[in-house]
């Protein structure tokens, strides 16, 4: 059974930090690109497990990082900096054929940050 649960959100003051992490199970976690998605199924940032490319929307280039432990199966999502529009639930998802934001299979159920000013 394909499984990912996000952690790590929680209550933050504007420029503040916080470090999602993606636990996943299931599948073969160096074959699949994961990515960090928000709101409404907004992409945030994306890595391709299979060659460690990643990719991020502008508006969190240089204040969010995206990172893959294959021997955790786990993707993590270090935000720093947060302001208030960062606020909403956040998704990780997998797909074996992903391109950047679209071709995602699997999801977990999120976990909400928010962002206080």
């Known amino acids: 059974e394909v499984q990912l649960v996000e952690s790590g959100g929680g209550l933050v003051q504007t420029g503040g930090s916080l470090r999602l992490s993606c636990a996943t199970s299931?599948?073969?976690?160096?074959?699949?690109?994961i990515g960090w998605f928000r709101k409404g199924r907004e992409g945030v940032a994306c890595i391709d497990n299979k060659?460690?490319?990643?990719y991020y929307i502008d508006s969190v280039k240089g204040r969010i990082t995206i990172s893959s432990d294959n021997d955790k199966n786990t993707v993590y999502l270090q935000m720093n900096d947060l302001k208030p529009e960062d606020t909403g639930v956040y998704y990780c998802?997998?797909?074996?054929?992903?391109?950047?934001?679209?071709?995602?299979?699997?999801w977990g159920q999120g976990t909400q940050v928010t962002v206080s000013s």
């Open positions: 299931g599948f073969h976690f160096g074959e699949y690109g």
């Open positions: 060659d460690g490319h990643t």
């Open positions: 998802a997998a797909g074996r054929k992903a391109y950047l934001f679209i071709g995602y299979d699997y």
